[in-house]
């Protein structure tokens, strides 16, 4: 038996945060006793690059090398996806959540019928069934899920698993783009934050509040980000108020993050905010109110004027 | 253009999670429950479309007669009628079951929904409810313009949009800025008292998974402030204690 893995790539390149899905299938595996890793590729990438994923664990790539697959159609992939899992031998299929894969897993399981969960946090436990801790209430709290049934999608948060650099090249296969392919979504533009580092694949994010006072005051934040190689984020009220844009806004309702490092600036921390950063691995919050409630939610804090705090992390990072 | 909006019953968003039974139940005491606030933003952009362009808008729930004041909240907001599936909602399997079990009969042009839902955080049932009903599935849609028959809209991705038109009849999983929310005003609440709300029983379906446990997040551990005088210092406890940098 095997295990399949969806990978998904943007414009010629494969997501990194998606290749975590390989690295956790390899360990998957060694639980089930399978050591058959499958990745699954859609779309024209360099042949180097599909070889490259077996440092991450995969042992053979299946790439449908067609250019009609280099835009992200959600129906399209789960139905190709779909039908290289009823006919192989695969009963597990494994991707990283993104805005993407959510639906692609989605239509996967309402096509094959696998049980599927999203959100996963753990490595499976199979000491009776087949069961997964998945993070529940926007991260804050855990459940652990029971799957039954033969197949299964399991969805993972980003960053719960170390990739793996260390496997040899993998078997590229390529198969051609099945003919009977129902093209329902045309996907007509792309508009893209150029340059930046993205909120998802981060390992640091630095965002700012409304106690940056105005959009003006975004060059320091910027700056200390570049520093520290991180991505930048908003608080809610900072895209509501049309300050930075909305694809920065990280939040219960908005883009949900799990950096190595989050720094606060500016931001009181209301709940809904917390949510989306509540399972990042070290919290910093920089405020002027002592009372701020972020406080109480972070690892390190500093209560003063963000205008003379910033800079002097800038410069201390710059003489590392 | 008939449209049908799922919406979810789910803990207002300041809501403390907890857990009672040995962790195997959800503590709903002091707990104010509310549309889900994706699904909040699905019933508005409906409400809108219909505006422009007439029809009607079912809203549709999975969830015990306690969900009947949401169901009624959303009706006050707009919607013209409802269906409560009388069942507890298992999982998104389950639910997305349900859902197009109903638009297998009713043939609607539009089904909204949220994103996810703000409980379980799979996202997934808009995606198997169109797998089911052999229709596209588009999440998180942040942009929603409908001309004829064919919709334009703009998907959020990561660090950016990508704007793309499908045909009718689709499914999408709603979130801002599709729509502004809309509060009820008194005349929407006195209506929706008299608007019909049709409760169903499920389709039989197994779920495929179920929860065994739940677990609250560990308690955090005091911050630890930094004399903004010696800024520079947190930049060292990062290197060198927390090894993040």
């Given at each position: 038996m095997s295990v399949f893995v969806f990978l998904e790539g943007s414009e010629g390149k494969i997501k990194k945060s998606s290749k975590e899905a390989i690295s956790y299938a390899v360990e998957v595996g060694k639980i089930i006793g399978d050591d058959e890793i499958i990745a699954i590729v859609l779309g024209v990438y360099e042949d180097t690059d599909l070889e490259k994923l077996g440092n991450n664990g995969a042992t053979r790539v299946i790439n449908v090398n067609d250019e009609k697959l280099n835009e992200n159609q959600i129906s399209i992939y789960a139905q190709i996806i779909s039908e290289i899992i009823q006919s192989g031998s695969a009963n597990l299929v494994i991707m990283t959540k993104s805005s993407f894969s959510d639906n692609v897993g989605a239509r996967i399981a309402g096509k094959t019928g696998a049980s599927i969960v999203s959100n996963v946090v753990s490595l499976p436990d199979v000491s009776s069934g087949f069961s997964v801790r998945k993070s529940i209430f926007t991260g804050k709290a855990f459940a652990t899920v029971s799957l039954s049934g033969e197949k299964k999608v399991l969805i993972i948060k980003r960053n719960v698993i170390e990739l793996m650099e260390n496997g040899d090249k993998a078997d590229v296969e390529k198969n051609p783009i099945p003919d009977n392919l129902k093209f329902n979504e045309k996907i007509t533009g792309l508009e893209k934050a150029e340059g930046d580092i993205l909120l998802d694949d981060a390992e640091i994010v630095v965002s700012g509040g409304r106690?940056?006072?105005?959009?003006?005051?975004w060059g320091m934040i910027e700056e200390l980000a570049r520093a520290l190689g991180a991505a930048t984020g908003c608080s809610k009220p900072v895209s509501d108020i049309g300050w930075r844009p909305h694809h920065e806004h990280v939040g219960q309702t908005g883009v949900k993050v799990s950096p190595n490092l989050y720094i606060a600036v500016g931001i009181s921390g209301a709940i809904q905010h917390l949510a989306g950063v509540n399972s990042s691995k070290v919290l910093v919050a920089i405020n002027e109110d002592p009372d701020a409630p972020f406080f109480k939610a972070a690892d390190y804090g500093i209560v003063g004027d963000a205008f003379e705090i910033i800079p002097k992390l800038t410069e201390k990072i710059k003489s590392l | 253009m008939k449209i049908l909006v799922c919406i979810t019953h789910v803990p207002d968003t300041t809501a403390k999670i907890s857990f009672t039974n040995d962790n195997t139940k959800f503590n709903e005491a002091g707990i104010q429950f509310i549309i889900g606030p994706y699904d909040d933003y699905a019933l508005a952009k409906a409400v809108e479309l219909k505006d422009t362009h007439g029809g009607s808008i079912t809203v549709l729930n999975v969830g015990e007669a306690s969900t009947e004041p949401t169901i009624r909240k959303a009706l006050a907001i707009g919607a013209d009628d409802a269906i409560r599936i009388n069942a507890n909602p298992m999982d998104s399997m389950y639910v997305a079951q349900q859902i197009a079990e109903i638009a297998k009969q009713e043939k609607y042009d539009l089904i909204l929904m949220g994103r996810e839902s703000i409980d379980y955080n799979n996202g997934i049932v808009h995606g198997i409810v169109g797998a089911l009903l052999d229709m596209p599935s588009i999440s998180p849609v942040m942009l929603l313009d409908i001309e004829g028959t064919t919709a334009k809209l703009a998907r959020e991705i990561e660090g950016g949009k990508e704007f793309l038109e499908v045909e009718l009849p689709f499914v999408a999983g709603c979130q801002e800025p599709i729509a502004e929310w809309k509060i009820p005003n008194m005349r929407g609440i006195m209506t929706a008292r008299t608007k019909p709300l049709k409760v169903v029983e499920p389709v039989p379906f197994n779920p495929a998974s179920g929860t065994v446990s739940y677990e609250s997040l560990p308690e955090k551990g005091s911050v630890k402030l930094i004399d903004p005088e010696n800024a520079e210092e947190l930049i060292d406890l990062l290197k060198n204690e927390e090894k993040v940098l």
């Amino acid at each position: 038996m095997s295990v399949f893995v969806f990978l998904e790539g943007s414009e010629g390149k494969i997501k990194k945060s998606s290749k975590e899905a390989i690295s956790y299938a390899v360990e998957v595996g060694k639980i089930i006793g399978d050591d058959e890793i499958i990745a699954i590729v859609l779309g024209v990438y360099e042949d180097t690059d599909l070889e490259k994923l077996g440092n991450n664990g995969a042992t053979r790539v299946i790439n449908v090398n067609d250019e009609k697959l280099n835009e992200n159609q959600i129906s399209i992939y789960a139905q190709i996806i779909s039908e290289i899992i009823q006919s192989g031998s695969a009963n597990l299929v494994i991707m990283t959540k993104s805005s993407f894969s959510d639906n692609v897993g989605a239509r996967i399981a309402g096509k094959t019928g696998a049980s599927i969960v999203s959100n996963v946090v753990s490595l499976p436990d199979v000491s009776s069934g087949f069961s997964v801790r998945k993070s529940i209430f926007t991260g804050k709290a855990f459940a652990t899920v029971s799957l039954s049934g033969e197949k299964k999608v399991l969805i993972i948060k980003r960053n719960v698993i170390e990739l793996m650099e260390n496997g040899d090249k993998a078997d590229v296969e390529k198969n051609p783009i099945p003919d009977n392919l129902k093209f329902n979504e045309k996907i007509t533009g792309l508009e893209k934050a150029e340059g930046d580092i993205l909120l998802d694949d981060a390992e640091i994010v630095v965002s700012g509040g409304r106690g940056l006072k105005g959009p003006e005051n975004w060059g320091m934040i910027e700056e200390l980000a570049r520093a520290l190689g991180a991505a930048t984020g908003c608080s809610k009220p900072v895209s509501d108020i049309g300050w930075r844009p909305h694809h920065e806004h990280v939040g219960q309702t908005g883009v949900k993050v799990s950096p190595n490092l989050y720094i606060a600036v500016g931001i009181s921390g209301a709940i809904q905010h917390l949510a989306g950063v509540n399972s990042s691995k070290v919290l910093v919050a920089i405020n002027e109110d002592p009372d701020a409630p972020f406080f109480k939610a972070a690892d390190y804090g500093i209560v003063g004027d963000a205008f003379e705090i910033i800079p002097k992390l800038t410069e201390k990072i710059k003489s590392l | 253009m008939k449209i049908l909006v799922c919406i979810t019953h789910v803990p207002d968003t300041t809501a403390k999670i907890s857990f009672t039974n040995d962790n195997t139940k959800f503590n709903e005491a002091g707990i104010q429950f509310i549309i889900g606030p994706y699904d909040d933003y699905a019933l508005a952009k409906a409400v809108e479309l219909k505006d422009t362009h007439g029809g009607s808008i079912t809203v549709l729930n999975v969830g015990e007669a306690s969900t009947e004041p949401t169901i009624r909240k959303a009706l006050a907001i707009g919607a013209d009628d409802a269906i409560r599936i009388n069942a507890n909602p298992m999982d998104s399997m389950y639910v997305a079951q349900q859902i197009a079990e109903i638009a297998k009969q009713e043939k609607y042009d539009l089904i909204l929904m949220g994103r996810e839902s703000i409980d379980y955080n799979n996202g997934i049932v808009h995606g198997i409810v169109g797998a089911l009903l052999d229709m596209p599935s588009i999440s998180p849609v942040m942009l929603l313009d409908i001309e004829g028959t064919t919709a334009k809209l703009a998907r959020e991705i990561e660090g950016g949009k990508e704007f793309l038109e499908v045909e009718l009849p689709f499914v999408a999983g709603c979130q801002e800025p599709i729509a502004e929310w809309k509060i009820p005003n008194m005349r929407g609440i006195m209506t929706a008292r008299t608007k019909p709300l049709k409760v169903v029983e499920p389709v039989p379906f197994n779920p495929a998974s179920g929860t065994v446990s739940y677990e609250s997040l560990p308690e955090k551990g005091s911050v630890k402030l930094i004399d903004p005088e010696n800024a520079e210092e947190l930049i060292d406890l990062l290197k060198n204690e927390e090894k993040v940098l």
